[in-house]
């Protein structure tokens, strides 16, 4: 999942497109700046053949304000009872933060099965993840935060992780100089991973 923090609007319908002629047809924008609603917005409304989502959801209210924008998945680093709720709500599919096995367990008692594990790096890895797979074996990952190329698949073979979020997908030099080519190469090598 390319875990992708424009600056600039006019990267957004770019970087898209060249996400799914990589074969990534899925995005997840983060809400980190000025741009990523109407970011969402543009990718929406110009690259349907994309599943585009909001990431970095920290507050309940940015759960609504991304469907507005056309979001249709939501994604948190972490799981407040409120945030929980709102993105809920929306009645779209989320993944709700974790990174500790409390917090696995409080989001499984809330229904939930699907979520983050972040920052996944920081918090133990695969080896984390490996370990709590026999304790908590109806919980599934989404993993994000220090993963590169050379680790998602550490990741990946694993029982209880479904997909891997990287932002090494849109490095910043790329987006900066406009290199739509070198994204849809990051794009393929990672698509390659489950193949």
């Known amino acids: 999942m390319p875990v992708v923090v424009l600056e ?30 109407d970011a969402i917005r543009a990718i929406a409304d110009e690259v349907p053949e994309i599943l585009v989502g909001a990431g970095t959801i920290v507050r309940p209210e940015q759960a609504a304000q991304a469907v507005a924008a056309g979001a ?11 945030l929980l709720a709102a993105m809920a709500d929306t009645g779209l599919p989320f993944l709700p933060g974790t990174a500790t096995v409390s ?13 983050k594990f972040f920052p996944a790096e920081a918090a ?28 998602a698949p550490d990741y990946l073979a694993l029982p209880n992780v ?11 030099d790329a987006l900066a100089a406009g290199d739509y080519e070198r ?8 698509a390659a991973f489950r193949a």
């Open 8 to 37: 600039r609007l006019e990267h957004a319908v770019p970087v898209a497109k060249a996400l799914v002629a990589g074969g990534l047809p899925a995005i997840e924008l983060t809400l980190r700046t000025d741009v990523a609603l």
């Open 162 to 172: 479904g997909c891997v979020g990287g932002s090494w997908l849109t490095p910043p």
């Open 103 to 115: 917090e696995v367990l409080t989001v499984l008692e809330a229904g939930f099965t699907e979520m």
């Open 72 to 82: 249709r998945f939501l994604v948190s680093p972490g799981a407040t009872p409120a």
């Open 124 to 151: 133990g890895g695969a080896a984390y993840l490996r370990s709590i797979s026999a304790p908590v074996p109806d919980a599934r990952f989404c993993p994000t935060g220090g993963i590169t190329p050379a680790t």
């Open 183 to 190: 994204i849809a190469d990051l794009a393929r090598a990672a």
